[in-house]
């Protein structure tokens, strides 16, 4: 089992940062897939950003260029920097890690933290 804690969200202005972190504490050995997702109210949970193992990204189209994810191994952590945000980036930011498929379970969730983009 594999328990994840995010920290850092908060209230901003448009405009501002901040840093999100996610820790894991357990069996997080052999995580090759971690990510963040978002959900907002009344819409659907979508992914903000995703780095593999190996060092690949990917980012949701709406924050291209604006969100940074990287990894701390040494701290099991997981970080999303947000820049220039936007009252539409208001939503509960939710981390996942994953394991290769062979594990069960092999797909963790953290509880949200709330991030608010006041305009």
């Known amino acids: 089992q594999v328990d994840l804690v995010e920290s850092g969200g908060g209230l901003v202005q448009a405009g501002g940062s901040l840093k999100l972190s996610c820790t894991a504490s357990?069996?997080?050995?052999?995580?090759?897939?971690m990510a963040w997702f978002r959900q907002a109210p009344g819409n659907q949970r979508e992914l903000v950003a995703s780095?593999?193992?190996?060092?690949?990204?990917n980012y949701g189209d709406s924050v291209k260029g604006r969100f940074t994810i990287s990894r701390d191994n040494a701290k099991n952590t997981v970080y999303l920097q947000m820049n220039s945000l936007k009252p539409e980036d208001t939503a509960v930011y939710i981390c996942?890690?994953?394991?290769?498929?062979?594990?069960?379970?092999?797909?963790?969730w953290g509880q949200g933290t709330q991030v608010t983009v006041s305009s």
């Open positions: 996942n890690f994953r394991k290769p498929t062979y594990y069960y379970p092999n797909d963790f």
């Open positions: 357990g069996s997080s050995s052999r995580i090759n897939f």
């Open positions: 780095l593999t193992s190996g060092g690949s990204t």
